[in-house]
């Protein structure tokens, strides 16, 4: 069974830091994974997608990358700023592709202080 | 156009009462997904439609039965809830790249 899990539960940075969030999965064998950011209250934004068969992926401010042997995904964050202040979601979804699940992490809640 | 329009946003609902969510999307998307999510929580996946078919249900209660009339439209009837399946429900679409677009959900509240 696929776990996915991201540390720290919640993290509170500066105005202006570059910072890093984690993510790890049990079962490498996954379609692809994807970057979501969610508000309170609110639905899911994805925010990147990287293949199985990528190593990284870029939208403005925003990089991800996958190292699917060793089970891991980092979100690089620049120059943070508040209005980054959300919840980060990690998913791996399964080797079927379309009909398979996301399976989550429990998310990294983050606050940039201005 | 990259939206799924859930409707109601917000829904409160006696244990007694017969209600459905809606979802709908024009992405040309074959893949129809819902998820609740509890406060704090991440989704947990409910069902998978995969051409207009049921193709994933995740053990959930008869209380809840999905419905995709066609491939735009993803509807979630609710009958004799209880009030833990108070929720966040999301509804996402996938194309062939398999991303994954939520939208904005429906907060149920069961009394």
């Known amino acids: 069974k696929q776990e996915v899990t991201q540390i720290p539960a919640a993290l509170s940075v500066p105005e202006g830091e570059n910072l890093v969030l984690n993510c790890s999965f049990t079962d490498s064998a996954i379609y692809n994974l994807q970057w979501f950011r969610q508000d309170p209250g609110k639905g899911l934004t994805s925010l990147l997608l990287?293949?199985?068969?990528?190593r990284e992926q870029t939208s403005g401010r925003l990089n991800a990358s996958l190292d699917k042997s060793s089970g891991r995904s980092t979100l690089y964050i620049a120059a943070s700023q508040p209005g980054d202040s959300a919840t980060y979601l990690c998913a791996v979804r399964g080797p079927t592709g379309a009909n398979s699940k996301l399976t989550f992490g429990k998310g990294i809640t983050l606050s940039v202080r201005p | 156009d990259t939206e799924v329009t859930q409707t109601p946003k917000h829904l409160v609902m006696g244990m007694t009462n017969k209600k459905s969510l809606k979802c709908e999307q024009h992405m040309g998307h074959r893949a129809m997904y819902w998820y609740k999510q509890k406060a704090k929580k991440p989704p947990e996946l409910m069902f998978v439609?995969?051409?207009?078919?049921?193709?994933i249900n995740e053990s959930v209660p008869s209380r809840f039965s999905p419905e995709c009339p066609n491939s735009s439209l993803l509807n979630l009837h609710l009958h004799a809830l209880q009030p833990e399946d108070s929720a966040l429900y999301l509804c996402a679409s996938g194309g062939g790249s398999t991303e994954a677009f939520f939208g904005q959900g429906t907060r149920l509240t069961v009394v």
């Open positions: 990287i293949q199985s068969s990528q």
């Open positions: 439609y995969s051409y207009e078919k049921l193709s």
